[in-house]
């Protein structure tokens, strides 16, 4: 399932970006290590309010009343993330976080003069973003890794989340002055993986099998062969609960290709019957370690857990709920403890108004609302 553009459309007031949040760092942080400090020589405390310990950027919105029904109050919560502007000085995690949970006609706001542009264009035409780098290649374009919460995070991750919210291949981007498409982002991600070295794949399977194919074979620059199964069958031999934000986003990747390769008529045999039962493994656990309130555990799929920060509760709750509406069937995902989780998040993203929020979790969980809001069933309460 895609989310298309098309989420805004309506005129936001602006608030400013706080640097203040450091609690999800050992959940998501790529390599480890903190951020660094994200308050410029010359920023006003207009633009930047404070730092916390891992230096990631944080977006603040006001508290609005809470809705009846489920429906209403998951819709009052994307109203709301709707209104935490993200400014031209934000890093390009992000921005990218952003159209990942906003679509791709997010705006960016310059809040010296309040001049509105859209980021994917900005970003596309040469546009200059903190932490963003796109580097010419033998085989196509490559993404600058880094730094922590400001740059891109993992391979192929930017790439990735376009494809989700529909950048089609041919999508013009302008780098040093010279022509390039999406596609070239895809070839260089083609280049180099492997299935014998130490990669995490899961942004890359969504890549090469949106814009290649799933029945896809080639050489990669070590002049080694590979088909698409491989990858696929590298992901799902990895570890899963030790993986990017508690293996949510290997999950991820790997239903979406599943969804994919059955939605273009290939067989549920193999590797992808093994991806289905991968996921029912992890959904049984998701649903074992709930918590009463609705929320999933803070350790993920690990063991049971509810942190008392509620930035926490949301990063883990938005991400397993992203993937689940992504990877269930139209009836398991109905299912009162899903309903449950979703219901939750959108409490606990309106009951996060008023605090600052890093955007990787907090995106990823709009995403996940996004997903299940589009598929959620008329029943008593929504």
Known sequence: MMVRSGYRGRSLPRFAVLAAFGALVPACAPGGGAADALIEDGASTEQVFATGDAGVESLPAPRPTLPSGLRERIDAAMMLVDQRDIQLSNGFWTVFHGILGQGLDLPLTDAQTGRRVNAVEHISKGGEIRGMRFIPTEFGLDVQMGPTFVGQGHMDQFVAEMIQVGMPKDHAFLVHGKPYTLMDFVRESQSRVRVNADQELSWAIIVIGECVGTDARWKNRWDEPLAFEDLVRYELDQDI??????????????????????????????????????????ADRAREFQNSDGSFSTNSFRAPGHDADLKARVSTTGHILEWLALALDDEPLNAPWVRDAADALSRMILDSAEEPIEGGALYH?????????????????T
């Open 241 to 282: 609960e030790n993986a990017a934000c508690g293996g949510t986003h290997r999950l991820f990747g790997l239903a979406w290709v599943r969804n994919l390769h059955l939605r273009r008529g290939g067989a549920d045999a193999g590797v992808w019957r093994e991806i289905a039962g991968t996921t029912a493994r992890y």
């Open 365 to 381: 969980a709009v995403h996940g609302l996004r997903l299940f809001r589009a598929r959620l069933t008329d029943a008593p309460g």
